[in-house]
């Protein structure tokens, strides 16, 4: 085992060196055995720092105060893992990227407590994380359009504000994130802001023209542009949410502006282009967050698909380059910021969505690629996106080996290693000394392996459960129940029985008293992986119906309709230590697959 390998520390420190001999900090007054100072001597960087551990006791050496952040970070987990006897050692430390950060989706279905973010805020510090975004479509409590969210669950004013000042605390900036051009569904759905919609009614999609495909249904979702009520509005959301926020930045989203050219703006996208109506739309937001002093991010997907025009985009935004899957491009894509001068982040994502317990596998690859890239090209940021498609069903407690991953990637990609999530995961986050809950939320992410099918953006697991009613024709989930017919029975119930197992650990580990947090994270991780296993048999259902098997179908309807019943009324249960509002549109997938069950 080399000396760096020795110690469970996330990130891994780029240089340190374990000598032999232990310090033993007094019980009184243990403050003063720790000496800080700033000095020249520290690496050069605006996070460097170094951390000497001796006989005469404990040293850090800084220049900027992210130094002394980012030492103390690996002190407190150090702390953590030898208590009063820390082991000699000397680390000199700096990132590889100046700003480290998480995007949570809190607009899909599940609106965190302020209580959750703030526990949330304190943890990603200690992996040296620095900026949190909250991805926000209609969930932010805008006075004027209670009507919108109230459904849903919100965060006020009031919440973020305290949630802004501890972030400053922890060296966290909050960015405000505000989608402004795509993704308002909900906005747009309000009869008052329905007029602002490039197009106002559902369209048929799934392919284009040219494949006659028309698998599923889009709702509007998307400003019109050049409509002269569009800036007022967004004029007043910024107006309102701004405020409550210290950081210097704004991510206006921009991404996946489906219905552009197909409504309001369709002659003026043939007169310019819809490339320029773009641009041109986007400048217009920049200008706006100019001028209430913020710098402007953006999803840079669409701006991706008219390469001449990456360098048109004004000189001070922050492109984000986004991509989840294994295989995304971030080097040719980032490779186009650079070459254009644009400053950009690259951002990954936990591949938690529409799974419930995780695509690990490809959240690895993808976090590596990233880091990868990124360094290469010269990004200026790291955003490790967790999103919420489909309801936003799986819980934290699913995306921690992944939040974990990131931020270690994200500080020193070189030294990473994923053996040791599940120690210092069990240590300080899950709280868990017997290491169980850590250890089964890692290996759940690799359940679905066993179904031996690969989808973008989902897994069967995740997926049959959550179906929508077919006729719906909803974009989200919509292979959920087509699965059934590709996946072989024992390949299903290969996946359930490691489902099953994981399960069997996550309840040895809550058998006995148990932290608070390690108990919720259990409760959590046990529910979506209930909700896993009735993805198997419901399955296992569909397979017993096609082929005819009327009293196999008939005792699996049975088991299936009493055991989600429980789960809902479980699910229910849970909801309210973690979330806001009620599970309304996060899962009620539950009642139509009981409902399906009854019918047939």
Not at 131 to 145: D, M, P, R, S, W
Not at 245 to 250: I, P
Not at 261 to 271: I, M, N, T, V, Y
Not at 369 to 379: H, Q, T
């Amino acid at each position: 085992m080399s000396k760096l390998a020795a110690l469970n520390l996330l990130p891994a420190p780029r240089s340190l060196k374990l000598r032999a001999g232990t310090f033993l900090l007094p019980k009184q007054k243990p403050l003063a055995v720790i000496k800080v100072v700033r000095t020249q001597n520290a690496p050069a960087q605006a996070e460097g720092y170094a951390l000497t551990i001796d006989r005469d006791g404990v040293k850090i050496e800084f220049r900027e105060t992210g130094g002394l952040r980012a030492a103390t970070a690996t002190l407190r987990q150090l702390l953590r893992e030898y208590g009063r006897r820390l082991p000699f050692l000397k680390i000199r430390d700096w990132p590889d990227f100046a700003r480290r950060g998480v995007m949570l989706d809190i607009s899909r279905g599940r609106v965190p407590k302020l209580e959750t973010l703030l526990d949330l805020a304190e943890k990603i510090s200690d992996f040296k994380i620095n900026e949190l975004q909250l991805y926000t479509e209609h969930t932010f409590a805008y006075k004027k359009y209670k009507s919108v969210w109230k459904s849903w669950g919100a965060l006020t004013e009031k919440e973020i504000q305290i949630l802004d000042a501890r972030c400053r605390e922890l060296g966290i900036d909050l960015v405000p994130n505000q989608n402004s051009f795509g993704h308002l569904r909900y906005f747009l759905e309000d009869p008052k802001l329905k007029k602002l919609a490039e197009i106002s009614e559902p369209y048929e999609d799934g392919g284009g023209a040219a494949t006659g495909n028309r698998e599923f249904v889009r709702r509007p979702t998307t400003l019109a542009p050049d409509h002269p009520g569009t800036l007022p509005f967004l004029r007043g959301l910024y107006d309102e949410l701004l405020p409550n926020f210290s950081s210097d930045f704004f991510n206006i989203g921009g991404d996946e502006t489906w219905d552009l050219g197909k409504g309001q703006s369709k002659k003026l996208c043939e007169q310019k282009g819809k490339d320029i109506v773009y641009l041109d739309f986007l400048k217009k937001i920049q200008r706006e967050v100019s001028a209430r002093k913020k710098k402007m991010m953006f999803w840079g997907d669409i701006i991706l698909k008219y390469p001449k025009l990456i360098r048109q985009l004004p000189k001070n935004v922050i492109a984000l380059n986004w991509g989840y899957e294994a295989n995304h491009p971030f080097a040719q894509e980032a490779a186009q910021f650079a070459k254009a001068k644009i400053p950009f982040y690259v951002c990954p994502g936990t591949s938690t969505w529409q799974t419930l317990i995780g695509k690990h596998d490809n959240a690895f690859v993808n976090l590596r690629s990233a880091a990868k890239a990124g360094k290469k090209f010269g990004a200026i940021g790291f955003l490790n996106t967790d999103w919420g498609d489909g309801g936003h069903p799986q819980p934290l407690a699913v995306s921690w080996p992944l939040f974990a991953a990131g931020a270690a990637l994200a500080w020193n990609a070189g030294n990473f290693d994923e053996a040791k999530l599940i120690p210092v995961l069990s240590r300080d986050v899950f709280e868990d000394a017997n290491s169980k809950v850590a250890s089964t939320a890692f290996k759940l992410g690799f359940a679905h392996q066993k179904l031996g099918v690969k989808a973008l953006n989902e897994t069967p697991l995740g997926t049959v459960i959550a179906a929508p009613k077919p006729e719906t024709r909803e974009l989200f989930c919509r292979n959920g129940l087509k699965w059934f017919a590709k996946i072989p029975t024992e390949k299903i119930r290969a996946a359930l029985k490691e489902i099953e197992a994981q399960r069997k650990k996550i309840n040895l580990g809550r058998r006995h008293a148990v932290p608070p947090e390690l108990k919720i994270l259990a409760q959590e991780l046990d529910l979506a992986a209930r909700m896993a296993a009735e993805s198997c048999h419901f399955m296992l259902w569909q397979q017993a119906v096609a082929t005819g098997k009327i009293s196999t179908a008939k005792k699996l309807a049975q088991r299936g309709v009493r055991e989600l019943e429980k789960l809902d009324k479980d699910f229910n249960a849970y909801w309210t230590l973690r979330n806001k509002a009620t599970p309304k549109h996060c899962s009620p997938f539950l009642q139509w697959r009981i409902s399906e069950l009854r019918q047939k």
